[in-house]
């Protein structure tokens, strides 16, 4: 198995993110003996923003295509995802390759066999009947992008990371625990 493991926050040791994609790849790699982890930090190596040249250069969608299982830290910035791994979805969502349009133009996606894990880490919280749930464009876009190529991802999310330290080191329990259920 390839595990491709994805980091995209710019906090450093401090990351909430980075500590649960380092769970979540240890987890998966410790059941699977042999498991090849290829990681790529997109904070320390970023990718350039899209230009049409990009497209010349198929080194990152090779890499996702070869993965069995993706793993992806998806700290929220601004109410979205960090545009370190906007620049990469934007490597991956390519015409004939992850997608394509049917006659009918019904779009089918074209990666439905792998397994994508998201590690989401928020300061405040956004699911259910939160009053803030309207301005939560991170997990929403992440499940519509991934859905379009033919992934559902599963999430493990660390929520309220900005509410205080009693609620952070919750949060982050919660969310470790959440993790060791992925492996199981
Ligand atoms: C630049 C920046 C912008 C942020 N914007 C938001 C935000 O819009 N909403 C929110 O709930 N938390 C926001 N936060 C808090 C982060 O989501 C939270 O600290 C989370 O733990 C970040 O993931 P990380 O610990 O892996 O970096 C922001 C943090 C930073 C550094």
Do not use: C
């Not at 401090?14 to 090849?36: F, H, M």
């Not at 990681?39 to 049409?52: C, E, G, I, K, S």
């Amino acid at each position: 198995m390839t595990i491709l493991h994805l980091d995209s926050s710019i906090t450093g040791d401090k990351s909430v993110s980075r500590v649960l994609t380092r769970r979540i790849v240890d987890q998966l790699a410790a059941v699977q003996p042999g498991t090849e982890v290829v990681q790529r930090d997109l904070v320390a190596d970023p990718l350039d923003h899209l230009t049409l040249g990009s497209f010349a250069d198929t080194s990152v969608l090779d890499e996702f295509l070869a993965a069995d299982t993706v793993v992806i830290g998806a700290p929220m910035y601004n109410f979205t995802l960090p545009s370190q791994l906007k620049a990469w979805l934007d490597r991956i969502l390519v015409a004939g390759k992850t997608f394509r349009y049917g006659e009918d133009g019904t779009p089918e996606g074209l990666v439905g066999g792998k397994r994508v894990i998201v590690a989401l880490s928020r300061g405040g919280f956004y699911r259910g009947d939160s009053p803030a749930a309207g301005l939560e464009h991170l997990e929403t876009y992440l499940i519509g992008v991934f859905g379009f190529i033919g992934i559902t991802p599963e999430f493990v999310a660390a929520d309220g990371i900005n509410l205080g330290a009693e609620q952070r080191a919750r949060s982050v329990e919660t969310a470790l625990g959440e993790v060791e259920q992925l492996a199981a």
